[in-house]
């Protein structure tokens, strides 16, 4: 966009949370070269950011507070950039509103400075980066059937670009590229949602994939706060605007609450095309990407041919490796029980042929419909070690084999002397990374390193 550096030249800007996953780096570094005036506050101290800093070393107008936050710094500021995850009643935040500072997240502000570029956002429980890359995969390769319903298109062939919650990827650099007309496709956690709700904005296309308990340690088992957030996807859209949802969804999403066009997908749409990734959940998250892609103009056999060409994701029902006969899947990304138990249901045989490795730190929720999955579906169970194995272990009865390892190459060995050919092995979390690893990124790097070395 034109004149992008205006907005934040010479601006007093504090950014909460710099960390260690790539984001937020990448718009320091953008707030930075546009000539902001940059404080950094962050809980970690310099030696847990030796890496984010390094990165950002050249920069002499960046202030650093680290292993604290102090109040000073939530004062007498232009705006504050907050990270995902901070706390809802975070005292920082607070005063920053107190003393009338506006404060931003990193996709919201990018809609904000950028209101010529439409926005699809796609948020739920479980689904969204899976939705997103469809959506995203389908729209790239047709751009040049386009044709956009809330914006005028000011340019011949408008560009789609891939934003929100990408690992290690800010999306307000994107201002750099994008011009009037563009699309940007963006998955949307519940946190990058608090973003839109403190702008008073929606996507213009939204999608809501599913909602169930998650996060509940965040939102202290409070359902009606979790889904208030997430609820910022549709809540300031306008009538030119489209809500897309699944059948599901309706005991959440009905009709007065929207103020767009709601439109209801089914996955029975999709059945009969040729689609290569697992999962009667994953053809519902097909659904709400083909339903867009029809929203937008593009035709039907166009869809068709992008769908057949896709292998899923990394992370996400992922066929890794047949390793003498077994099949292991990376299903690393599933860090609810719901995520888990879909995976297992995508996989099932009648001989009970699955060998699931979970476990980790909890997130406080049910666990009944879980145990219940792996004790009808499963062989045996190698568990990694956190709070939420303990309470697993404790509060309920696994009627097949389990055992908890040591640490992942451990639990890999163990499942693997468990398995034989024919057997599945699925690496299916269904809780927290936390405890044993710094993120569930860190968790699915290690896991895919030790499955690429067997022989």
């Known amino acids: 966009m034109q004149n992008y550096k205006k907005q934040f030249k010479g601006k007093k800007i504090t950014i909460m949370g710099l960390g260690l996953l790539g984001r937020g780096i990448g718009y320091t570094k953008f707030l930075a070269e546009c000539g902001a005036d940059l404080i950094v506050t962050d809980l970690k101290t310099k030696e847990q950011l030796a890496t984010s800093l390094k990165a950002l070393s050249k920069f002499k107008n960046i202030k650093y507070v680290l292993g604290e936050h102090r109040l000073e710094d939530f004062r007498g500021r232009d705006m504050i950039m907050k990270a995902a995850g901070v706390p809802l009643d975070s005292i920082y935040i607070k005063e920053a509103k107190n003393n009338g500072i506006p404060v931003e997240m990193d996709v919201s502000l990018f809609a904000k400075v ?14 969204k980066s899976m939705t997103t890359t469809l959506i995203y995969e389908i729209l790239k390769a047709n751009e040049k059937f386009l044709k956009n319903p809330s914006l005028s298109l000011r340019t011949k062939k408008p560009s789609v670009f891939l934003g929100g919650n990408l690992r290690g990827v800010a999306t307000l650099p994107l201002l750099k590229k994008v011009k009037a007309g563009d699309i940007l496709v963006c998955e949307l956690d519940s946190w990058q949602l608090q973003g839109f709700g403190e702008a008073k904005l929606s996507p213009s296309i939204a999608v809501f994939t599913t ?12 359902m009606d706060k979790y889904f208030d957030d997430k609820a910022n996807i549709f809540k300031y859209q306008n009538k030119d605007d489209t809500l897309v949802i699944l059948p599901d969804m309706k005991k959440w999403i009905n009709k007065e609450n929207v103020k767009g066009k709601l439109v209801v997908t089914d996955k029975r749409v999709v059945d009969t095309w040729k689609f290569n990734v697992k999962g009667d959940h994953h053809r519902n998250n097909l659904a709400c990407a083909v339903k867009v892609a029809e929203v937008l103009g593009i035709p039907e056999v166009k869809i068709k041919k992008i769908v057949s060409r896709f ?43 699955i060998i699931l490795i979970c476990g980790g730190a909890d997130k406080g929720l049910n666990l009944d419909n879980f145990v219940k999955t792996i004790n009808e579906n499963c062989k045996s169970v190698v568990m990694i070690p956190g709070t939420g194995t303990e309470r697993l272990n404790h509060s309920y009865e696994l009627k097949v084999k389990n055992e908890v390892g040591k640490d992942l190459k451990d639990i890999v060995k163990s499942a693997l002397s468990q398995a034989k050919k024919g057997n599945i092995i699925l690496f299916s979390p269904a809780f927290a990374s936390f ?8 968790r699915n790097d290690l896991f895919m390193k030790i499955i690429k070395k067997l022989k």
């Open 435 to 442: 405890g044993m690893f710094n993120n569930e990124y860190e």
């Open 114 to 127: 950028a209101p010529e570029v439409m926005v699809i956002g796609v948020t739920g429980t479980r689904g």
């Open 211 to 222: 909602f169930m308990p998650d996060h509940m340690n965040y939102y202290k088992n409070d």
């Open 311 to 353: 292998e899923g994701l990394e992370g996400r029902l992922q066929l890794l490796k047949t390793y003498k006969g077994i099949k292991i899947y990376n299903d690393n990304n599933a860090t609810t029980p719901e995520a888990t138990i879909a995976g297992i249901e995508a996989l099932k045989s009648s001989n009970k042929n």
